[in-house]
């Protein structure tokens, strides 16, 4: 028997409805490189697509997964997670998107917000490890952690600009 792990989640992946990547974290070692990924995404995505089901094995992986619009939604767990758990996830990230693009979870609005995922993602799952699976608090704390951006942006903005201006006032002196 495996020992129960908190690392439950080795992916989250979500591919449009030609199968490609919009987005992808991997949180183990299981596909190192890129061209790794792209192959395994084709994968679960043509076994998937057509299908009903909400729950797939594939290499030697749990996959759960579901679509709305044109978007596919993918959590993947080792062939020993509780599928339950993985779709909490799935269930979470899909809800906090929800959420946050106003019932409107297609591509496009999806390409709009995608720091918002971002965001989303990391506060459900850190390292593999599920962290939250209350929709409502990831909207919540997305939406704290989204407030600070903009703030962060202008004052990285600022920071360089005072730094030109005390660079040409030591230059001049």
Same mark, same amino acid.
């Given at each position: 028997?495996?020992?129960?792990?908190?690392?439950?989640?080795?992916?989250?992946?979500?591919?449009?409805?030609? &199968?490609?990547?919009?987005?992808?974290?991997?949180?183990? &070692?299981?596909?190192?490189?890129?061209?790794?990924?792209?192959?395994?995404?084709?994968?679960?995505?043509?076994?998937?697509?057509?299908?009903?089901?909400?729950?797939?094995?594939?290499?030697g992986?749990?996959?759960?997964?579901?679509?709305?619009?044109?978007l596919?939604?993918?959590?993947? $767990?080792?062939?020993?997670?509780?599928?339950?758990?993985?779709?909490?996830?799935?269930?979470?990230?899909?809800?906090?998107?929800?959420?946050?693009?106003?019932?409107?979870?297609?591509?496009?609005?999806?390409l709009?917000?995608?720091? $918002?995922?971002?965001?989303?993602?990391?506060?459900?799952?850190? $390292? $593999?490890?599920?962290?939250?699976?209350?929709?409502?608090?990831?909207?919540?704390? !997305?939406?704290?952690?989204?407030?600070? !951006?903009?703030?962060?942006?202008?004052?990285?903005?600022?920071?360089?600009?005072?730094?030109?201006?005390?660079?040409?006032?030591?230059?001049?002196?």
């Open positions: 028997p495996q020992e129960p792990s908190l690392y439950t989640v080795k992916a989250v992946i979500i591919l449009d409805n030609d &199968g490609e990547r919009l987005f992808a974290k991997y949180y183990d &070692g299981s596909y190192p490189s890129t061209k790794e990924q792209r192959v395994f995404e084709k994968n679960i995505f043509s076994k998937t697509q057509r299908s009903d089901s909400e729950i797939a094995l594939l290499e992986l749990t996959v759960v997964y579901r679509s709305s619009i044109d596919y939604f993918y959590v993947i $767990g080792s062939p020993y997670e509780n599928e339950l758990m993985l779709t909490a996830v799935l269930n979470c990230l899909f809800d906090s998107l929800s959420q946050m693009l106003r019932k409107n979870v297609e591509k496009r609005a999806l709009e917000n995608m720091e $918002g995922l971002f965001l989303a993602v990391d506060e459900i799952v850190d $390292g $593999g490890v599920v962290l939250e699976s209350d929709p409502q608090q990831v909207v919540h704390r !997305v939406a704290v952690r989204g407030e600070d !951006v903009p703030l962060t942006e202008q004052t990285v903005s600022q920071v360089l600009q005072a730094a030109k201006e005390q660079i040409k006032w030591t230059l001049l002196r």
